[in-house]
């Protein structure tokens, strides 16, 4: 494949990036940056109601009002995974219009990504999970009840949950809260091996609400739609909210449901959000993939 104006450089692939849970595309600048220094084009998806779609409410500026903040609307009050799915598959069809496309999902983005490829393996000419959920045999959600999550903290979140999701219809997490408590089981679960400075960095730039819906079984990896497509999984090695044990059962599912199409495994030191604040480490795998997808 030739590039523009008849060059005879080869198209490079472009990266798609898909961010996690309370994150936004926002997540992946430094990432993005190295990509591009390393000669490399990349995407960063907003999911439907992240970004600039986002809702901060005045309640969750300081001063702080809890009792508003308990009960303000959100804008991802109905989103859907099927929402994020076509919204995704919008952003695959321009860019595949430009040549290969590898896809990258973090974290709870695998959710999506997975379904993505379930539905239009065509557009995807990789699928890059890193610590990221592709669910096989079960919901990504009843994998929280499996030994596999024993060693994660369910208060890391629970501590700064703000409302009752089932009336607010979103979750919502006080990322602005001063609670010291909260504030360090936040921190050991997604940044343990960062600075204090860096984690506070990082919790500004989460939004306050993620929507509910996760998906049912037939959102689960397919093998002949999702099994088609040529996939690998960097594993996280120092991760807490999704721990290793977890990243190598997905990764074991993933091969039994696709032998023949097994997962290209990598692996990275650091925490669940580390390869975001140092992303060298993560663009040169990421730059190794694209030479194999080009």
């Keep these: 494949m030739t590039g523009l104006a008849g060059s005879d ?40 109601g992240h970004g600039f779609a986002a809702t901060y409410t005045h309640a969750y500026q300081a001063p702080q009002d809890p009792e508003e903040l308990a009960a303000a609307p959100g804008a991802v009050k109905g989103v859907t995974l099927a929402d994020n799915v076509a919204h995704l598959i919008g952003v695959l069809e321009r860019a595949k219009a430009n040549g290969p496309v590898i896809l990258v999902a973090h974290s709870r983005g695998g959710i999506t990504a997975t379904a993505a490829a379930n539905a239009r393996p065509d557009l995807i000419d990789r699928l890059v999970y890193v610590s990221a959920w592709a669910p096989v ?82 959102d689960r990896a397919q093998a002949d739609t999702w099994g088609r ?9 120092d991760d ?34 580390k390869w975001l604040v140092d992303p060298a480490p993560a663009a040169r795998v990421l730059g190794e993939l694209a030479v194999l997808t080009g």
Aim: charged letters at 20%.
């Design 137 to 218: 045999q079960l919901e990504a959600g009843q994998y929280y009840a499996e030994p596999e999550m024993a060693t994660a903290d369910p208060a890391s979140v629970a501590l700064a949950l703000v409302g009752n999701p089932a009336e607010l219809g979103l979750l919502r997490v006080n990322f602005r809260t001063a609670d010291p408590q909260a504030l360090a089981a936040l921190k050991a679960a997604f940044l343990a091996d960062g600075t204090d400075d860096e984690f506070l960095v990082l919790l500004n730039t989460f939004q306050p609400d993620e929507n509910l819906d996760t998906g049912t079984p037939a």
């Design 229 to 237: 497509v040529p996939k690998t999984y960097v594993r996280l090695a």
């Design 9 to 48: 450089q080869t198209v490079q692939p472009t990266f798609v990036l898909v961010h996690g849970a309370f994150a936004n595309s926002f997540s992946f600048a430094p990432l993005q940056a190295e990509l591009g220094l390393l000669g490399h084009r990349s995407v960063a998806v907003d999911l439907p």
């Design 240 to 273: 807490a909210s999704m721990p290793l044990a977890l990243q190598d059962r997905l990764i074991r599912e993933g091969d039994a449901l696709t032998p023949d199409n097994p997962y290209d495994v990598r692996t990275l030191p650091g925490s669940h959000l």
